[in-house]
């Protein structure tokens, strides 16, 4: 608030705080340098002292838990000199004095409201006490005796109270789509020397959650697929009760977002190829960015062949004669490194009654371990673990002789029977072939 006072000094010197409350009872911390007005009520705090330069050239020196009022008392040279001041006019005033000490009575009886202290009579009875406010100045030294005892009256400590109040300073950071952005509002902030300031959500987002920790910590998550810019407000809460607040700008950078093939249905006739064009493939499919949308490729053919054009459309070949399930797939791109497969399933439709062609698939054999006890034939299931694509029945056609044993093929069972020679023990080996119904053949051992 601006002084409309005269100023009458400066802070020579300061240790620790003091301060300054004007008259509107508005209050001021005071630093070495700051003016000190006529009027004001100077305050220092418990262990400071201060240092008034006035005008005229006098100092001034408060200590701990003192307080001056800075009127014409203290600052005015036209003032009564001291000695003048320091002089007593009567002799019954002295006496007065002398007997109201000596009976525990009160000065403030005999003496005036406005006054500190005596005025001298101009004759030869003696001094009156000096002027409590005219402690600038020196006067010859004087003694008084009294038949009174002297008592020291303490001096009432005096604290001074200053409310400090938190700072909330505006913030902004850089987030990034589909992303929890962490940070510290604290960082630039001035919490108040009150202790237990307190960091809260004033006003959330509106494109996102906020979480604000006590501490002044913050998590922000940007709702999905959102970019732009976007805030909210908290505040700071001191012990005291006193608030502050700020407000947060957040750029949420974009990322790109992968587009969606969605897959797709046809039916062709037998032996007929069928195209599909590129806008008729990427119809159901979409990107969150909206971006434009091209096929990049298409592979995977079941029961025929696939072509990608040169324009972007897709034509199927089926297998000739074939009638059935078809499918093959196709892949997307949104220019900007996202893509996506999707598969079209089709039904290829019988237009003739021609078979179309077997194909046969070879069976499998696969070894087997067993073992006998010396003497003794073991008939050897050994289709158990052989396969075949098609599912068919294998047969076992043909075996060979062990090194130390031979080797029949049951009449019934249709599995190999493996006859050790006498009395011989150990390992020996011997193959055999299976055949599917359409020949096929495979070995194991």
Same mark, same amino acid.
């Given at each position: 608030m601006a002084q409309t006072a005269n100023i009458i000094g400066t802070v020579s010197l300061i240790e620790g705080q003091a301060f300054a409350k004007s008259r509107d009872g508005s209050q001021r911390e005071l630093r070495v340098g700051d003016p000190v007005y006529e009027g004001e009520v100077i305050i220092t705090a418990p262990g400071s002292r201060i240092e008034?330069?006035?005008?005229?050239?006098?100092?001034?020196?408060?200590? %701990?838990?003192?307080?001056?009022?800075?009127?014409?008392?203290?600052?005015?040279?036209a003032s009564t000199g001291a000695k003048e001041a320091a002089l007593l006019t009567g002799d019954d005033e002295l006496k007065s004095i002398a007997r109201a000490i000596a009976e525990g009575n009160s000065l403030d009886q005999l003496l005036e409201e406005t006054a500190a202290g005596l005025t001298g009579s101009g004759g030869d009875s003696g001094h009156s006490f000096v002027q409590l406010a005219r402690v600038l100045e020196v006067v010859d030294p004087l003694s008084f005796k009294f038949d009174s005892t002297v008592q020291t009256l303490a001096t009432e400590p005096q604290s001074v109270s200053v409310n400090d109040v938190p700072t909330a300073v505006n913030d902004s950071f850089q987030g990034t789509e589909d992303t929890p952005l962490n940070g510290?509002?604290?960082?630039?902030?001035?919490?108040?020397?009150?202790?237990?300031?307190?960091?809260?959500?004033?006003?959330?987002?509106?494109?996102?959650?906020v979480v604000v920790r006590p501490d002044g910590s913050f998590v922000y998550t940007p709702n999905a697929n959102y970019n732009g810019q976007d805030g909210f407000?908290?505040?700071?809460?001191?012990?005291?009760?006193?608030?502050?607040?700020?407000?947060?700008?957040?750029?949420?950078?974009?990322?790109?977002?992968?587009?969606?093939?969605?897959?797709?249905? %046809?039916?062709?006739?037998?032996?007929?190829?069928?195209s599909f064009s590129a806008g008729t493939l990427l119809g159901n499919d979409s990107d969150p960015d909206g971006d434009a949308l091209t096929i990049t490729s298409a592979d995977g053919g079941v029961?025929?062949?696939?072509?990608?054009? %040169?324009?972007?459309?897709?034509?199927?070949?089926?297998?000739?004669?074939?009638?059935?399930?078809?499918?093959?797939?196709?892949?997307?791109?949104? %220019?900007?490194?996202?893509?996506?497969?999707?598969?079209?399933n089709l039904t290829v439709d019988q237009t003739s009654k021609t078979t179309p062609p077997v194909v046969n698939h070879a069976p499998t054999a696969n070894p087997d371990v067993l073992s006998t006890n010396e003497d003794t034939p073991i008939t050897i299931a050994v289709r158990g673990n052989d396969t075949d694509p098609d599912g068919?029945?294998?047969?076992?056609?043909?075996?060979?002789?062990?090194?130390?044993?031979?080797?029949?093929?049951?009449?019934?069972?249709g599995n190999p029977v493996y006859t050790p020679d006498a009395n011989w023990h150990g390992t020996d080996t011997f193959s055999y072939t299976i055949t599917d119904p359409s020949g096929a053949t495979s070995t194991a051992t």
């Open positions: 008034l330069a006035f005008a005229d050239g006098n100092t001034y020196l408060l200590r %701990g838990n003192e307080t001056l009022t800075l009127d014409a008392s203290v600052f005015d040279a510290s509002l604290a960082a630039n902030d001035t919490p108040s020397r009150d202790s237990g300031n307190i960091w809260s959500l004033e006003t959330g987002a509106e494109h996102g959650v407000s908290y505040r700071i809460t001191d012990a005291n009760g006193d608030v502050s607040t700020a407000t947060v700008t957040i750029d949420v950078a974009s990322v790109n977002d992968e587009p969606l093939a969605r897959n797709d249905l %046809g039916s062709m006739k037998q032996d007929t190829p069928l029961h025929g062949q696939v072509v990608l054009n %040169g324009d972007g459309s897709i034509t199927f070949i089926p297998e000739a004669g074939y009638y059935g399930p078809a499918s093959f797939n196709y892949s997307i791109t949104d %220019g900007h490194g996202g893509t996506s497969t999707a598969t079209v068919d029945i294998l047969t076992v056609t043909a075996v060979t002789n062990g090194a130390n044993g031979s080797v029949t093929i049951d009449p019934v069972s």
